[in-house]
């Protein structure tokens, strides 16, 4: 973990986040830093309004939402027009239904439309996660400029989340070729047992923009109509987005 003031900061913030709700010690715990550092830095926090505090408890303070909201605006376009038909593609299939981006080395969701069916899928929106392992991620990798798939995949350990994860990079190579022939991706299993997802890339400017994706109980999806389905949403979005 970085020692510099903004390594702790973001630590602090991370785990806040990751925790919904901290006291200060179990914050010093889980970030390891010093008790007196970390009062110090949440108070001026605290201060700030980028953390809440009550009764000695810890959360994100409204500050962060503000910023993130003004962040987020140069995406608005792409989460308007998304949104209406994630909509669409759960009541169609019953499955959930996402929005994804690369974010550096990690897929963070930007819209999820939940299904009430167990098993759940294990995202949440703004959480990052692997990207050689979900549907999305490898959307966004296969047809990203192979330069760039490989810096990513140079910085990022292809860990095993279950045992269908791809864990070697010629596997996961083999992967990404089948999914640029054939437009979509498929994640059977590799990032929870029990679910597949099918992902495809919304392009802008010949690149991936962002990726949607359908996720389902490994015995209900039906991959080639998924399929069929996210390249026609893709193929709108692409053209309502335009090059931006």
Known sequence: MSRTMVGRVLALLDAVAAAGVIDRRALAGATRLPQPTVNRIVA???????LAEEAG???????????????GQAGVGLLDAAGPYLVDLHRAFGWTAQLAVLDGDAVTYLLKVGSARRPRIDTRVAGRFPPHCTGAGKALLAFSPPELTEEILDRSPLTARTPATLTSRAGLAADLRATRRRGYSVDREEFQTGMVGV?????????????????GPADTVDVHRAAHAL????NMLEARCGPA
Do not use: D, N, Q
């Open 44 to 50: 001026t926090l605290v201060t700030e309004r980028l």
């Open 57 to 71: 408890r810890l959360r994100l303070g409204l500050r962060l939402f503000e910023l993130g909201t003004l962040a």
């Open 199 to 215: 992902a495809a890339p919304v392009r802008t400017s010949g690149r991936p923009l962002a990726a949607v994706t359908l996720v």
């Open 231 to 234: 390249r026609l949403v893709a």
